[in-house]
């Protein structure tokens, strides 16, 4: 099984200013890599896949990179909407899919 | 639009059944590999079943294997997910997802808002 670490636990970030969330695959996953967002009280939403793709309607402060076992992802500018958990998942080894723990962003 | 709407969630004793059900709308239900997908009160996600889009070949957790039971009806356009044997550590909200094709290694880009599951005596 891929273990997925994701880090900081949680991050401290003013609202307009830039978001660095990390992510580290225990083996290489080539780009398949996805990142979700989650808020309380609404469904999970896809971010990005393929390490660097934005899903349908994810607005372009959202970007992902990296690939094998290093991923990052960035939001350049926050805004109060995106005060959330991120996740991130590998695709790449099945069984299972695995995510990562966790990185709160929080208002600072 | 894609929707998927979870229902059946609720409070159960440790040793008892419940089953989940999604209703899927928006796209071609039959089209696409469907999972479940949990999160246990103040911890992360958890892929705990799937089934892929003809219905053919599931997937199980460890810790739900023997005990849980995903199945899917074309017709209705409904996911299922029937567990047994249900234990405290089985809380957590569930949640339906679509996965992006009809493979297995994949994303998932839809999800439905979550169905919670309790079990406690």
């Known amino acids: 099984e891929v273990v997925m670490t994701q880090s900081p636990a949680t991050l401290s970030v003013s609202q307009g200013e830039r978001a660095t969330l990390s992510c580290r695959a225990s083996q290489g996953v080539s780009s398949d890599l996805a990142w979700y967002q989650l808020k309380p009280g609404q469904p999970p939403r896809l971010l990005i896949y393929g390490a660097s793709i934005r899903a349908t309607g994810i607005p372009a402060r959202f970007s992902g990179s990296g690939s094998g076992t290093e991923f990052t992802l960035t939001i350049s500018s926050l805004q109060s909407e995106d005060f959330a958990v991120y996740y991130c998942q590998q695709y790449n080894n099945w069984p299972p899919l695995t995510f990562g723990g966790g990185t709160k962003v929080e208002i600072k | 639009e894609v929707q998927l709407v979870e229902s059946g969630g609720g409070l159960v004793q440790p040793g008892g059944s419940l089953r989940l059900s999604c209703s899927a709308s928006?796209?071609?239900?039959?089209?696409?590999?469907m999972q479940w997908v949990r999160q246990a009160p103040g911890k992360g996600l958890e892929y705990v079943a799937a089934i892929s889009s003809n219905g053919g070949f599931t997937y199980y957790a460890d810790s739900v294997k023997g005990r849980f039971t995903i199945s899917r009806d074309t017709s209705k356009t409904t996911l299922f997910l029937l567990m047994s044997s249900l234990r405290p550590e089985d809380t957590a909200f569930y949640y339906c997802?679509?996965?992006?094709?009809?493979?297995?290694?994949?994303?998932?880009?839809?999800w439905g808002e979550g169905t919670l599951v309790t079990v406690s005596s």
């Open positions: 997802v679509k996965g992006r094709t009809s493979g297995w290694y994949i994303p998932f880009d839809c």
């Open positions: 928006g796209f071609t239900f039959s089209g696409y590999t």
